[in-house]
């Protein structure tokens, strides 16, 4: 083992532990809408899109971004694990067979344990939807255009996140 090798360890063995945001591992913040999240534990996004090829690509950048992802070939699919264990994002397409983006969105909405769900929509029918409007309407994150790029939409989450950890109070003890 070289000089440099061996000062990087030593250097990197001194830092306090960091999660994927680059937050330390006892900000509460992180866990958003998570209940007690412990280190071991990651968000759990969930991508609803028919094209195999893409759900792929998302799939692969989520996890790369530190993110556990779940993904269904429509919304029906989606809806089926949404009832089988917690999900923590959603990202899903527009158009898609069995159920659309929107009815998906439309049903997990009236769930009140899903009223708060962050929610991206994706969608190659850009110039035809009100893409204000639909934010509005259903509380999404974004409506993003296809063809989009990967990292855009992992900075979306983790953006999403992020907001969301400092939304929350910090609570303070004061044991004096």
């Known amino acids: ?94 158009q898609m067979p069995v159920c659309s983006g929107l009815q998906l969105i439309e049903q997990l909405r009236v769930r009140s344990s899903l009223e708060e769900l962050p929610i991206v929509l994706c969608t190659a029918k850009g110039y035809e939807l009100n893409a204000t409007e639909l934010i509005e309407q259903f509380s999404l994150v974004a409506v993003i255009r296809k063809p989009f790029s990967p990292k855009q939409l992992t900075t979306l989450i983790t953006q999403a996140f992020v907001n969301r950890a400092n939304a929350e109070p910090m609570s303070v003890s004061t044991n004096c």
């Open 1 to 94: 083992m070289g000089l440099q090798t061996r000062q990087w360890r030593i250097d990197n063995e001194r830092r306090p532990p960091r999660n994927r945001l680059g937050l330390m591992s006892t900000d509460s913040r992180l866990t958003g809408n998570l209940k007690a999240q412990s280190m071991i534990t990651r968000p759990v996004v969930l991508v609803a899109e028919d094209d195999p090829v893409f759900r792929r690509i998302i799939q692969f950048s989520i996890e790369a971004a530190g993110f556990d992802c779940e993904v269904a070939a429509n919304g029906a699919d989606a809806l089926g694990i949404v009832d089988s264990k917690p999900i923590d994002f959603l990202v899903t397409d527009y």
